[in-house]
């Protein structure tokens, strides 16, 4: 089992900046990619952005590449996303994932066995 706890999370005028971490614990959570997904009212969850288990390679969707930059510590077992340039549309719930990192489908969030409970990010426009 892995645990994830996401936080971070408030409200920004359009244009600013938040910083989501995702804390681990639990298994060995350097084995495992990480995956952070969005969902808005009335939208299905979207991918946002995926790490693989070493760090080295990142995946963006493209809503959010040139603005979001996820990042991880597998010492520190935390995953960060940073967020900049934020744009009303932005507004969700964001939730970190945790897979073990097979090496593909990483925006797919079916490849996600562990969910955090989420953390709320609204841009003001």
């Known amino acids: 089992q892995v645990q994830l706890v996401e936080s971070g999370g408030g409200l920004v005028q359009a244009g600013g900046s938040l910083r989501l971490s995702c804390a681990a614990s639990?298994?060995?959570?350097?084995?495992?990619?990480v995956g952070w997904f969005r969902q808005a009212p009335g939208k299905e969850r979207e991918f946002v952005a995926a790490i693989n288990w070493l760090g080295l390679s990142t995946y963006y969707s493209d809503s959010v590449r040139g603005r979001f930059t996820i990042s991880r510590d597998n010492a520190k077992n935390t995953v960060w996303l940073q967020m900049n340039s934020l744009k009303p549309e932005d507004t969700a719930v964001y939730y970190c994932?945790?897979?073990?990192?097979?090496?593909?489908?990483?925006?797919?969030?079916?490849?996600?066995?562990?969910w955090g409970q989420g953390t709320q990010v609204t841009a003001s426009s």
């Open positions: 994932a945790a897979g073990y990192d097979r090496g593909r489908e990483y925006r797919d969030p079916r490849a996600y066995a562990y």
């Open positions: 639990g298994r060995t959570f350097s084995n495992y990619a």
